[in-house]
């Protein structure tokens, strides 16, 4: 099978056709979507070399959490227990509701870039994707997968469900590399400095002023983007013939279909997908300031945000799922750096890493239950698409 024969999301199904019937399966048995694209994640590479990734990604996670964090910081975990023990329960049930208010604010970035989804519908596909990615060492993949699966499954086709995933993306990685800026420049008018978030924020700003170039010079003109799909085209090539692989073509093509599909989406959606997106990270870099709270540290809220906007850069290390162990480190190290007390840092950090990562994952299970059970949501192939065009 050559790799135009492969699902967008590059899983070894036979063709788009095959995974639009393995989307369309009813009742609980409709699990087996998850099941299906998960192992075929895990074939994409040999099984020697995702058990190596595997035990490479748990071996760094216990050394982590085992070695490193116990002497780095000093701490014991049963100090940390026992912050997290004595936290206020009505302040710990409140935080549990403003975490679903998170969600519930991503949720419309998926409703805005993906014209007809219901928001349960954004909340059930971004807990499903999310839970498949974080139990997969180097498997976002099988996440984008997941949102292919129910997507379909629910009437919309595969351009508009790859033009959302994209144009999703696009904005989560402009707010991920701008928001260190931001905080940044708000730390340097406080008198506060971090190098660590200084070299990032640098980096962000390169990376940010970069691809809003490529952006504008993409939908400036259809002769601007056909030079740069050509020059793509060019470069890929390139590389897949050091890759010892086949040309290919057609990509010019393919980016100009793009333009003319993101640029209607981009035009009607900007503000709104803009909006939701400023809410989610503000939301969840508040939800950062009330872990903090919750266990007694008293840092300002311009630190907590640095720590945030940190973490968000770790998270994305692929090394293990989420970045887990390289976020803890990295965000406790700041918040300590800022004058909390280690144990108090730790607490705080885990704490809110247990909200955006760990119950992510049975609640990605029960998104799965929803979407095979909820028979009232499904649809014919592409039958959103024609409707919504």
Excluded at 188 to 202: D, I, K, N, R, Y
Excluded at 232 to 241: D, G, K, L, T, W
């Amino acid at each position: 099978m050559t790799d135009e024969d492969r699902a967008p999301f590059g899983e070894s199904f036979e063709d788009v056709e095959g995974l639009e019937h393995l989307a369309e399966q009813e009742g609980l048995d409709g699990l087996r979507v998850a099941a299906e694209l998960l192992e075929d994640e895990l074939k994409a590479k040999s099984p020697l070399r995702r058990f190596l990734e595997f035990a490479f990604s748990i071996g760094i996670t216990i050394l982590i959490f085992v070695r490193l964090i116990p002497q780095f910081f000093d701490v014991e975990y049963r100090n940390m227990w026992s912050l997290l023990a004595d936290i206020d329960r009505p302040m710990l049930a409140f935080m549990f509701v403003f975490w679903f208010f998170t969600m519930w604010c991503y949720a419309g970035v998926l409703t805005s870039s993906l014209p007809g989804l219901h928001r349960m519908q954004g909340v059930v596909v971004n807990f499903s994707g999310s839970a498949l990615a974080n139990i997969v060492p180097f498997g976002g993949a099988a996440g984008v997968g997941g949102t292919y699966a129910q997507c379909l499954s629910w009437g919309f086709d595969v351009p508009a469900i790859t033009l959302s995933i994209i144009v999703s993306g696009v904005w989560n990685v402009f707010a991920k590399l701008g928001m260190p800026i931001i905080v940044l420049a708000l730390l340097f008018a406080m008198g506060h400095s971090s190098q660590g978030l200084g070299a990032a924020a640098v980096i962000g700003f390169a990376v940010v002023v970069g691809a809003v170039v490529v952006f504008a010079l993409l939908f400036r003109s259809e002769a601007l983007a056909q030079s740069i799909g050509g020059a793509a085209e060019r470069f890929v090539n390139a590389m897949r013939r050091l890759a010892r692989r086949a040309p290919r073509e057609g990509m010019a093509a393919k980016i100009l279909e793009f333009r003319g599909r993101t640029i209607g989406l981009v035009r009607q959606r900007w503000r709104p997908i803009t909006i939701w997106m400023v809410l989610y990270k503000v939301s969840q870099a508040l939800l950062q300031l009330m872990c903090a709270r919750a266990v007694g540290i008293e840092v300002g809220w311009i630190e907590i945000f640095a720590v945030y906007t940190f973490g968000e850069l770790l998270s994305t290390i692929p090394v293990t799922p989420s970045g887990v162990g390289f976020v803890e480190v990295g965000a406790t190290g700041l918040l300590v750096s800022f004058g909390a007390s280690n144990d108090a840092a730790l607490a705080a950090v885990l704490l809110y890493r247990a909200f955006t990562y760990l119950f992510e994952i049975p609640l990605g299970a029960a998104g799965w239950l929803t979407w095979a059970t909820k028979h009232s949501w499904r649809r014919p192939p592409n039958s959103v698409a024609r409707l919504t065009a």
